[in-house]
């Protein structure tokens, strides 16, 4: 047999002490991610213990999302690292409806957190960093994330860096700070729903731009510049959120001089521009002008918390280290010192590469399952959006009578009707096993009833 736990020196019953070497074997490396596992059968016999024990334990393995099984195949470890499934109420068992990234074994995020805290602790002590910090991070961690963004946006410097408690908290006080109740800002048509929860709170009003399959187009842009001379224009250029659009180049020029033309600011959104770093962010083009956000929410993991501004220069920076403070005062201090670790010692990167390539091995799962759909997508995307069929209002209904949960187009839908299409959230699945069930469902959902036309 390749694997036989060591279950001799764990307490509890006999099937969960199989479950934790299983995990513990899968943390030291002596289980990688795809092997295969033993039969119940043969594992029963080698540990001399009943097969319903060792039934158990696979079923809790799968529970907990280390073990999946394939049907005439057999068990194996995997393919992304344990996650426990998010408790949600019936009868969702499948949600894709949240934008996360998923985490492949290859992250080893369970044991670079571990480390990392070690470092930290051996460095400063942990009990240093639970005390109030300066608002927007310490001079050495702006430093840090200065340098590491620098390889995309050439003019970040420490004095204009901040370090905000999540993306969402930076649209906030920019939003807060830019425009007041009843002045415009201009967004696409189709939009994060962050940002209009956001402005719903202020009283500030947005209106949607016009797009295609490659964007917001500069000419409806340029018009609505004219028409509604917006505070700002909030964008989100790269693996837009939820078509996945990446503006091309010649967009991005022609964007950057409707917004110097028009003398208002950019809001570039950058939560996506990690995961496709081709693309360079508008904010090189017009730093004069640009607010650029980044954040780890979608390429390392939302409960970090842990999201960057780089603002036109030191007076907004300081604007903006105010505004943190006067709302939630600082980020958390420990999840900051450890992605300042990760980053100074290159974790970081191998952890979003590691992210990066599992959601491309997703998207070509979603590609296959979907074929003679239409839909939008591209390669690093932890989303794709769908095309519904025409005439089939019911689909996203009938989906969650299903147990699987996706966006509908309303909830991105600035002004006017939305669309009929659905953001799928690829990411969000904990393993291949279970987006594999999740795009089965939908694929009949599509189909249903009998008649098999494709989405036009």
Known sequence: ????????????????????????????????????LPTQRALA??????????????????????????????????ETSARRAVDMPHPVAIDLSMNVPPHPLEAQLDERIIAGMEAVRAQSGLTAHLNYQPPGGSAHEREVAARWMRARVPHAQADRVVIFPGAQTILFNLLAHLARPGEIVLTEALTFPGIKAAA?????????????????????LAKACRTHRPKAVYLIPTLHNPTTATLSAERRNAIAKIISEADTALIEDDAYGLLDRSASPIANLIPERTYLATTLSKCIAPALRVAYLVAPDHAAQQDMRAC???????????????????????IADRIITAI??????????????????????????HHLWLRLPDGRPDV???????????????AFTVNGTPPHAARVSLGAARNRAELTEALRILVGALHRPADTRQIV
């Open 396 to 410: 996203a209904a009938h989906l969650l009578r299903n147990g699987l949960a996706v966006v509908g187009g309303d």
């Open 45 to 78: 016999k080698v540990l001399g213990i009943d097969l319903t024990t060792v039934t158990r334990a696979y079923t809790e393995a799968r529970r907990r999302g280390i073990m999946e099984a394939r049907v005439g195949r057999g068990s194996f470890v995997s």
């Open 1 to 36: 047999m390749d694997w036989t736990p060591t279950i001799s020196e764990l307490s509890g019953p006999r099937y969960q002490r199989i479950v934790e070497a299983m995990e513990a074997d899968i943390a030291a490396g002596r289980l990688v991610r795809g092997q295969q």
């Open 324 to 346: 943190l403070q006067a709302t939630v005062q600082m980020p958390a201090p420990l999840m900051v010192a450890l992605v300042t670790h990760w980053i100074e010692n290159g």
């Open 200 to 220: 719903a709170q202020l009283g500030v009003k947005l209106v949607g731009v016009a797009m295609d399959d490659g964007g917001i187009l500069p000419d409806a």
């Open 356 to 381: 990066r390539n599992e959601a491309v091995g997703r998207q070509q799962l979603a590609q296959r399952a979907l074929k003679g759909f239409r839909f939008l997508a591209k390669p690093a995307a």
